[in-house]
């Protein structure tokens, strides 16, 4: 079974500027959540989807904001680039519903965005 | 204070050793807990999944969670220098579906 995907892999963006990340979860996973990872805060979500909507939601501001398709595929985009946006994102997904172990994440390998 | 509480090391221990990797936290509502390993420049790899307390083993792996100290514990028997990663206490609510909240990580060498 393939794994979590995220796309693209590595960014360069300029303070101001909008960014779209990308990811396709497993097959069948129907939850991805995202999270942002610093080396000075550790991994902060951001938020999960499921089934087209929004579930959770962490404390980052309005400039971070998701999607997710019908097939499960989800984006984030981050407005207004800040420096402090530098960061890796991570894209986890779940089963999302159905038993206490539907919400073991898998996470992909992450999109390294770098603000200059 | 941060919810979970994880001494980021590093630890360094010899090829074959007993590694203990311990993590805190103070909401009472945490009921899943999980333990992932982090290569450098990699995704975090799912290792342990536990709910509620008690003890689970899996191979050279074993998670403890003592709810009434708040208190998971990891523990890797004849450890390897593959092992040398860092390692990533998370949990989360019962109804909180996948938000996890996170530890900071404690970094691991096992030397030859």
């Known amino acids: 079974k393939a794994g979590v995907t995220q796309t693209p892999r590595y960014l360069i963006k300029t303070r101001g500027q909008q960014v779209t990340l990308s990811c396709s979860p497993i097959?069948?996973?129907?939850?991805v959540s995202w999270y942002q990872q610093t080396p000075g805060q550790g991994l902060q979500f951001l938020f999960e989807y499921f089934s087209e909507t929004q579930r959770n939601k962490g404390n980052f501001p309005g400039r971070f904001s998701g999607r997710q398709f019908s097939n499960s595929r989800s984006e984030m985009n981050v407005s207004t680039l800040e420096l402090g946006d530098s960061a890796l994102y991570l894209c986890a997904s779940s089963l999302g519903q159905g038993g206490r172990f539907s919400y073991e994440q898998y996470f992909g390998p992450g999109t390294r965005l770098t603000v200059t | 204070q941060k919810e979970v509480e994880q001494d980021p090391g590093p630890l360094s221990v010899p090829e074959g050793a007993i590694v203990s990797l311990n993590c805190t936290y103070s909401?009472?509502?945490?009921?899943?807990f999980m333990w992932y390993r982090q290569y450098s420049r990699k995704g975090p790899e799912l290792l342990m999944y536990?709910?509620?307390?008690g003890n689970k083993e899996d191979g050279r792996f074993t998670a403890q969670v003592d709810k009434s100290s708040k208190y998971i514990s990891l523990f890797i028997r004849d450890s390897q220098p593959s092992d040398s990663a860092t390692y990533l206490c998370?949990?989360?609510?019962?109804?909180?579906?996948?938000?996890?909240?996170f530890g900071t990580g404690t970094q691991l060498k096992v030397e030859l």
């Open positions: 909401n009472s509502a945490f009921q899943y």
């Open positions: 998370a949990m989360s609510l019962m109804r909180g579906g996948n938000k996890l909240t």
């Open positions: 097959s069948g996973h129907r939850s």
């Open positions: 536990t709910y509620s307390s």
